[in-house]
């Protein structure tokens, strides 16, 4: 019968296995409570995200605020006034108009974004969707006021850069996003609120533009993504107790045949004849 593999002294060392094992063992350990970590970070995400549609639909539903006023620009922020429902005054200036171009339930075209002069300032207004057809004022001219209004709409924040793979232009005038500083700085003007407001879906005469087409989604697959880390924890962690099994057999068969080893040496000794 062939001897058990070598260690040191001619045979197999006992446990000679264990520490490549252990080794194994605790990345797998590392691995599982890393995939565990990331599903109790999905399943957090999801809290925060469940309430921050809870606060916003909170806030478009509600009763409309005047607008922050210059002293407290400094401090509006996504978290606390995005979407508030609110109201303004002033006068527009029309000759300050840019158009963003949008995609919208009503097909291709272009926001309107039109400066309104208030008494705290100057508040950019996206007074809703023009198609292309309309994008020279004068093809519109009923629904440029010069006079006196009042706006009622949806506070948001500056859409800085551009649009996904598409930067704002200004020196062609092409733009992508609602960038409130940069859209300021093209048009000249001075002392301009750090956000803009959604013009609600109130009509404007002649038809143009179509305000109350924001639209207010928040993507939310946070419990699909939660799932998924648990059950690669789970299929992860399945795996490395079946590897410790089979590697404790593994010990258990050697261990046998090391003592079925010693016991022949034992009894050829006993008989007088060597071992080999």
Not at 108 to 117: A, E, S
Request: glycine share 12%; proline share 7%.
């Amino acid at each position: 019968m062939p001897a058990p593999a070598d260690g040191a002294g001619g045979r197999r060392t006992p446990g000679a296995w264990r520490p490549a094992t252990l080794a194994i063992g605790a990345a797998w350990v590392a691995c599982v409570a890393i995939l565990l970590a990331l599903g109790v970070w999905q399943v957090e995400r999801r809290a925060w995200k469940l309430d921050l549609i809870d606060r916003v639909e909170r806030r478009v539903h509600a009763a409309p605020v005047p607008v922050p006023q210059r002293a407290a620009w400094p401090a509006v922020n996504r978290n606390d006034d995005e979407y508030k429902r609110v109201t303004l005054s002033g006068r527009f200036l029309n000759d300050g108009e840019t158009l963003v171009q949008a995609l919208t339930i009503e097909g291709p075209g272009y926001w309107v974004v039109t400066p309104l002069q208030t008494t705290e300032g100057v508040v950019l207004v996206n007074r809703g969707f023009v198609p292309s057809d309309r994008r020279d004022r004068a093809s519109r001219g009923a629904g440029n006021p010069d006079g006196a209004v009042s706006v009622t709409g949806l506070l948001r924040l500056s859409e800085p850069g551009g649009g996904f793979l598409r930067h704002n232009d200004p020196q062609a005038n092409r733009w992508y996003s609602r960038d409130v500083a940069a859209i300021a700085a093209a048009r000249g003007l001075q002392d301009v609120a750090p956000y803009f407001v959604d013009a609600d879906a109130t009509p404007n005469p002649g038809g143009f533009p179509i305000g109350g087409l924001t639209v207010i989604a928040f993507p939310n697959n946070h419990l699909v993504y939660a799932l998924t880390w648990f059950t690669l924890a789970l299929m992860l962690a399945g795996a490395g107790v079946q590897r410790l099994h089979r590697a404790r057999g593994e010990a258990g068969a050697a261990a046998a045949q090391d003592a079925e080893w010693d016991h022949r040496q034992q009894g050829m000794r006993g008989h007088g004849a060597s071992p080999l």
